[in-house]
């Protein structure tokens, strides 16, 4: 039985820590994991957490709690990481178009690091040669994902190496001895087909010949989880089936057996997440009525830079008769959050929570038109803990320097 929040609830937390209030249910974090390493249970598969969807270090914790390891696409990611207590070597550190600094921050700190460019990689070679392990980051040139914002994997994607440079990989892996451990790739968010995994293994095992001290297979993230548009839960089971059959016809007996990487970062923390807002004005206009709630992009930015389709509740009225909204926020630009939205019946005043809201929800809000950021809740073991108070004033002045 997947886990839910009841309105009751979520409105109970809206009254006790105001909002806008982002409100995250560990258990459904736990359901979500526990499919995954149920699904992979006769692989040898490790999953690294993409934290970039969420890194309240509460979450963090949380999530190594479970098991899991975890997979960061910044030093400070890896900092925090550190810092919720996982060890080096269970922090993965999936750099794109950084500075090499950082990648020796990296290396010092003793973290897992995929390179995605070849003036990193021969960078690396010549300062550390073969004394430190090392992944590549390749892009496959696979088109998948659901929005060309978050597929990384095509053609004209900045991410990676491109496979067809593969020459030019192993010039710099044989001039400097250089020991790699592994190769990734990471095609896209939002992918409900096996077949885009089951395309990145036929690649890899094309190249996989010339590293010969290979031991792990990084396919990256990218789960899709049903947005109650579309119901539909992608088949993890089937996935994991696909993938390992396609282990499986590429390794002759005998042949090296390769620890195979995921980095979710959506499928472990999307669902858990909800979004809770008050409706603040009611504006009926010729062409729609508008919700206006005290929110906008500047906290759930989703919707206006993805297209991205949130389920939206007045959980203050369930069985209010349906209406036709817009439903729009508080800020001095356009903000919609749904068009054309059918909801109970909205009053000024009522609570709409946004569904889906966990993964790069306030992890990707700001403080556009000097807004406070949202608290973070967390509720486990049946009990609410806020992990994050809301901005105050005084955060919107304090790295601002006062020159006379
Ligand atoms: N690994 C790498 C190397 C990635 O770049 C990403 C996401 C992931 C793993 C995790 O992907 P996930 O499992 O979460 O789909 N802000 C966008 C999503 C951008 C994803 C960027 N990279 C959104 O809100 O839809």
Same mark, same amino acid.
């Given at each position: 039985?997947?886990?839910?929040?009841?309105?009751?609830y979520?409105?109970?937390?809206?009254?006790?820590?105001?909002?806008?209030?982002?409100?995250y249910?560990?258990?459904?974090?736990?359901?979500?994991?526990?499919?995954?390493?149920?699904?992979?249970?006769?692989s040898?598969?490790?999953?690294?957490y *993409?934290?970039?969807?969420?890194?309240?270090?509460?979450?963090?914790?949380?999530?190594?709690?479970?098991? /899991?390891?975890?997979?960061?696409?910044?030093?400070?990611?890896?900092?925090?990481?550190?810092?919720a207590?996982?060890?080096?070597?269970?922090?993965?550190?999936?750099? &794109?178009?950084?500075?090499?600094?950082?990648?020796?921050?990296?290396?010092?700190?003793?973290?897992?690091?995929?390179?995605? +460019?070849?003036?990193?990689?021969?960078?690396?070679?010549?300062?550390?040669?073969?004394?430190?392990?090392?992944?590549?980051?390749?892009?496959?040139?696979?088109? /998948?994902?659901?929005?060309?914002?978050?597929?990384?994997?095509?053609?004209?994607?900045?991410?990676?190496?491109?496979?067809?440079?593969?020459?030019?990989?192993?010039?710099?892996?044989?001039?400097?001895?250089?020991?790699? *451990?592994?190769?990734?790739?990471?095609?896209?968010?939002?992918?409900?087909? /096996?077949?885009?995994?089951?395309?990145?293994?036929?690649?890899?095992?094309?190249?996989?010949?010339?590293?010969?001290?290979?031991?792990?297979?990084?396919?990256?993230?990218?789960?899709?989880?049903?947005?109650?548009?579309?119901f539909?839960?992608?088949?993890?089971?089937?996935?994991?089936?696909?993938?390992?059959?396609?282990?499986?016809?590429?390794?002759?007996?005998?042949?090296?057996?390769?620890?195979?990487?995921?980095?979710?970062?959506?499928?472990?923390?999307?669902?858990?997440?909800?979004? !809770?807002?008050?409706?603040?004005?009611?504006?009926?206009?010729? +062409?729609?009525?508008?919700?206006? !709630?005290?929110?906008?992009?500047?906290?759930?930015?989703?919707?206006?830079?993805?297209d991205?389709?949130?389920?939206?509740?007045?959980?203050?009225?369930?069985?209010?008769?349906?209406?036709?909204?817009?439903?729009?926020?508080?800020?001095?630009?356009?903000d919609t959050?749904?068009?054309?939205?059918?909801?109970?019946?909205?009053?000024?005043?009522?609570?709409?929570?946004?569904? &889906?809201?966990?993964?790069?929800?306030?992890?990707?809000?700001?403080?556009? &038109?000097?807004?406070?950021?949202?608290?973070?809740?967390?509720?486990?073991?049946?009990?609410?803990f806020?992990?994050?108070?809301?901005?105050?004033?005084e955060?919107?002045?304090?790295?601002?320097?006062?020159?006379?």
């Amino acid at each position: 039985m997947s886990q839910q929040l009841t309105n009751e609830y979520l409105t109970g937390l809206a009254k006790e820590f105001g909002t806008p209030l982002y409100v995250y249910h560990a258990e459904k974090i736990q359901e979500q994991y526990n499919k995954l390493t149920k699904a992979f249970n006769n692989s040898n598969t490790v999953f690294f957490y *993409a934290c970039k969807a969420l890194t309240n270090i509460n979450i963090l914790r949380y999530i190594k709690s479970l098991g /899991a390891n975890v997979d960061c696409s910044s030093i400070n990611e890896v900092r925090l990481a550190l810092y919720a207590g996982f060890p080096p070597a269970r922090i993965l550190y999936t750099s &794109n178009g950084i500075g090499f600094s950082e990648i020796e921050e990296a290396q010092a700190l003793g973290v897992i690091i995929n390179i995605d +460019s070849l003036s990193n990689l021969e960078k690396f070679g010549k300062k550390f040669g073969r004394s430190y392990p090392v992944g590549v980051r390749l892009r496959p040139n696979i088109m /998948a994902g659901g929005n060309l914002k978050i597929s990384t994997g095509h053609d004209k994607s900045k991410f990676g190496i491109p496979v067809d440079q593969i020459e030019k990989v192993l010039d710099v892996v044989r001039r400097y001895d250089m020991n790699i *451990a592994d190769l990734h790739i990471h095609t896209g968010s939002e992918i409900k087909d /096996a077949d885009v995994f089951v395309k990145s293994i036929e690649i890899l095992f094309d190249i996989i010949p010339h590293f010969k001290e290979l031991k792990f297979i990084d396919l990256g993230g990218g789960f899709k989880v049903s947005d109650r548009r579309d119901f539909t839960e992608t088949d993890i089971d089937a996935i994991a089936k696909k993938v390992n059959e396609s282990f499986a016809s590429h390794t002759q007996p005998g042949a090296r057996n390769f620890q195979v990487w995921f980095e979710p970062g959506k499928f472990l923390v999307s669902q858990c997440g909800y979004f !809770v807002t008050q409706v603040n004005v009611i504006k009926e206009t010729s +062409s729609a009525t508008f919700v206006s !709630v005290d929110s906008g992009f500047n906290h759930l930015i989703r919707p206006m830079f993805y297209d991205a389709y949130h389920h939206i509740e007045n959980i203050s009225n369930p069985s209010g008769p349906e209406k036709k909204y817009s439903v729009v926020g508080n800020i001095c630009e356009t903000d919609t959050f749904a068009w054309d939205r059918t909801l109970n019946e909205v009053r000024e005043g009522d609570h709409l929570v946004f569904h &889906n809201a966990g993964a790069y929800g306030f992890e990707m809000s700001s403080n556009f &038109n000097s807004r406070f950021k949202p608290a973070e809740v967390m509720v486990k073991d049946g009990k609410a803990f806020l992990i994050r108070k809301r901005d105050v004033f005084e955060d919107l002045l304090r790295s601002q320097v006062l020159v006379d």
